[in-house]
Every structure is written in C-alpha cells, then in structure tokens.
C-alpha cells in the first residue's frame, strides 16, 4: 500500500481558491490511479475527482464541481493536487485522498488507500 497525506485545507471564505496537496510516500506514486473524495456534515462520501497514473489530460471530474475543480498530479514531486476555484459553502467538507493499484476509476469501492482527510469549511 501507500501512505497517503493531504494538506492544504482550512477555513476559506466563499469564492477562494485553495488547492490541497496529497503527498505519497511508501511505494512507487506513478503506479497508482489518483483520486479525490468529499464527505460533508451528515452526508456519505463522494466522489470529486480521479486521475490515471500519468496524469496528463487523463483526468476525470465530477459534474457537481466541473468547471470548478482541477485535478493534477506531479510523479517526480509524488504528489497530487486539487486546486478549487470559485468555492461555495455546500464545498464544506473533509476532503480525502485516495490510490487505486488497479485502475482509474470514479467508484470509492476500487481505491486502496486512503488519507486520513483535510477539512474545508467556506464561509459565506
């Protein structure tokens, strides 16, 4: 498996652009698929957005927060990002991170590791 860490969350006020960090250490970054995940107050965990193994165009992102959100990656820095623009405060949530060995996918039930999450809350 890999560990996985993200960063960058905090409290943002409505229309900020912050951008988490998700930081891998333990095995090779680039053989695993990328993603991101949400869990708001009292709600199941969704989907936000995925990335394959090269990154590049290769990218997936969820309608809720496309034209919003970016996914991104950088192998040599073993890291993935996710910038977020124009946030709103139904954004709030904790924000995990996740790895797939297998493929690049959108389903929670195909990532293997896990962060533990970083909390987003946007103010209004």
């Known amino acids: 498996q890999v560990q996985l860490v993200e960063s960058g969350g905090g409290l943002v006020q409505a229309g900020g652009s912050p951008r988490l960090s998700c930081a891998a250490s333990?095995?090779?970054?680039?053989?695993?698929?990328m993603g991101w995940f949400r869990q708001a107050p009292g709600k199941e965990r969704q989907f936000v957005g995925a990335?394959?193994?090269?990154?590049?165009?290769?990218?997936y992102i969820a309608d809720s927060v496309k034209g919003r959100f970016t996914i991104s990656r950088d192998n040599t820095k073993n890291t993935m990002y996710l910038q977020m623009n124009s946030l709103k405060p139904e954004d709030t949530a904790v924000y995990y991170c996740?790895?797939?060995?297998?493929?690049?996918?959108?389903?929670?039930?195909?990532?293997?590791?896990w962060g533990r999450g970083t909390q987003v809350t946007v103010s209004s």
């Open positions: 990335i394959s193994r090269t990154g590049g165009s290769s990218t």
């Open positions: 333990g095995r090779t970054f680039s053989s695993f698929a």
């Open positions: 996740a790895a797939s060995r297998t493929v690049f996918s959108i389903r929670e039930s195909d990532f293997d590791s």
